[in-house]
């Protein structure tokens, strides 16, 4: 699902990338048709989203937003849904994503994920431009992370109102969610925190009590919720309770 398909664009015959919202050659619209499921654009003739691999069927409705593309500076659509928003740039295919609705997007897809698992393979996140954008929301320089430590994809976080995913992340995101690398990292750092909580309680004898700190109270100041940003939290607290819990 990370390789796009050639086309044809209708309008002038020239090959495109599925992917692409305008031919590059004419400036025609290319793909047209948005995934209820991940948000990505899609061509006309698509049966299946090129991002999720999902039916396409009906689409969801957007809305004249305030905010402007911080790569481009077009206007965003706005797209909302359940408990919150996605914005959506038709020029550069950049998302902005509001925490609570990320939450729900990779909450569904770790229950997808569960039925059906599915080979992540991640991408060198060096091969990617170093820059540095400002939220749409409030203006201030994002944080830059790679999502789950091991996913490939860097993102751009502002823990006070979203993430900014550039063209072809979103998908990326939920594809390595479903594919079990959240819970993955997830499994990995608690196993980093008890091989720190064993060395602490073997070089610090006289300290045993503040070694056997409850591990949950550990893990919410790690870096990898840091990592992760706000909108994971409850996904994070979800995880942990399948680990421990089944």
Known sequence: MDKARSYQC????????????????????????????????????????SGCGRELGL???????????PTC?????????????????????????????????????????????QRHVAQNPLKQPLRYVKCPECSELMNRRNFGRTSGVIIDICHRHG???????????????EAGGLALARQRELEELQRNQAFYKSS????????????SRISGATSLVDDLGEATLALLAYVKEKIFHG
């Open 10 to 49: 209708s309008e002038c015959g020239g090959e495109v990338d599925s992917r692409a919202r305008t031919c590059r050659y004419c400036s025609a619209p290319v793909a047209t048709v948005r995934c209820a499921h991940c948000y990505e654009m899609n061509v006309p003739d698509a049966l299946h989203c």
């Open 204 to 215: 610090n004898p006289a300290s045993i009590d503040r070694a056997s700190v409850d591990a």
């Open 163 to 177: 993430i900014w995913f550039d063209a072809g992340e979103l998908p990326r995101i939920l594809a390595f969610v």
């Open 59 to 69: 689409e969801p409705v957007g809305s004249a937003g305030s905010c402007v593309c």
């Open 73 to 117: 500076s077009a206007p965003l659509e706005k797209f909302q849904s359940g408990p919150g928003s996605l914005h959506d740039c038709g020029r550069c295919g950049g998302q902005f994503v509001e925490h609570a609705l990320l939450r729900e997007l990779l909450e569904r897809r770790q229950l997808y994920g569960e039925t059906l698992r």
